[in-house]
């Protein structure tokens, strides 16, 4: 089993959903923390409820990681305040909503940055560090949107894909090391994602604290693999691999229709998510 107690874990995307409530469950697992996000008052304040209610230490590190040097300044950021990171949990994500050719072109670009560049930028240099050490993890979120086209999030989908891939490969060349590598694939759960579309959630989707427990529950038992959020995720995602890719585009495609993500705009209905 992989120990939380005393170890030291840096969280990408923690000011909101999924990242905070990992955050806040590694805190309550004993982890002492570095909290990477733009929001830098939302951070100050997790932290220090963190450290009230667990008594960990909880370091704060506000960084846009769409910037190209991000990584390398994170990497000098923690060095200056000597920090070492036993588990990165690269959890930052985004992702453009509706018809590809009909809604602006810069979000997509943005989504594989974060959800790709960065994520392979400070998996490498905090990476290199681990395996040098000869111990460490590295916890990637990806989403059940990796295992299929998705058409009117086909951006997104397809660094989700990018993300299980680059995973699963990374897990297997570490293979025999102490350096151990998952990547989590929730579905449908109760965050902000949405919040710059007129995108809308569909009923039953997951809460973020049940997403960030059983993540780390699959982490800690070795898992190469976590699907923490609903049940039949697992059984969706296993379904793509079986089914012809034109097949599940189509069957994907329809879910997201009926989700009206053929039509969305900018305007913010309600808050609300699925990635
Ligand atoms: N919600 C879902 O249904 C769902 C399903 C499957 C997978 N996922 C994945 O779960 C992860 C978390 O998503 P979420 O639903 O919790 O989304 P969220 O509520 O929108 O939170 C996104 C987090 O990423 C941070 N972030 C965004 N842009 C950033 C940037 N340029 N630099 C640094 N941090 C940045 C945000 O912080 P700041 O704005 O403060 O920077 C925030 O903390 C993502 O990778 C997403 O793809 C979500």
């Given amino acids: 089993m992989f120990e939380y107690e005393g170890i030291t874990t840096l969280v990408t995307g923690a000011s909101k959903g999924i990242g905070e409530a990992l955050a806040v469950e590694l805190a309550r697992r004993g982890s002492h923390l570095v909290l990477v996000a733009r929001s830098e008052k939302a951070l100050e304040e997790l932290a220090a409820r963190l450290r009230s209610e667990h008594g960990v230490r909880v370091e704060v590190l506000s960084a846009d990681l769409l910037a190209t040097d991000a990584a390398e300044r994170i990497e000098a950021d923690l060095e200056a305040r000597g920090l070492q990171v036993d588990l990165l949990v690269n959890n930052a994500g985004m992702g453009a909503v509706g018809p590809f050719l009909s809604r602006p ?13 960065a994520l392979m930028a400070l998996t490498h240099r905090l990476g290199t560090a681990m395996l040098a050490r000869g111990r460490g993890g590295i916890l990637n979120v990806a989403s059940v949107a990796a295992f299929q086209p998705m058409p009117f999030q086909a951006s997104y989908a397809a660094s989700k894909s990018f993300v299980l891939s680059f995973t699963e490969a990374l897990a297997e060349e570490l293979r025999g090391t102490d350096v151990r590598v998952m990547a989590a694939h929730p579905g449908a759960t109760d965050t902000g994602f949405f919040d710059a579309s007129s995108a809308e959630m569909h009923a039953g989707a997951a809460t973020p604290e049940k997403v960030a427990a059983r993540t780390l529950d699959d982490f800690a038992r070795g898992r190469s693999i976590s699907f923490p959020g609903n049940r039949s995720d697992r059984a969706l995602a296993f ?3 079986l089914l012809p890719r034109a097949r599940t585009a189509r069957i994907a495609g329809d879910f ?20």
């Fill in 105 to 117: 072109f810069e979000p997509n670009v943005r989504s594989i940055q974060l959800n790709v560049v």
């Fill in 239 to 241: 379904v793509s691999r």
């Fill in 256 to 275: 997201n229709r009926r989700a009206g993500f053929h039509q969305v705009s900018d305007a913010k209905a309600i808050p609300a998510s699925t990635g």
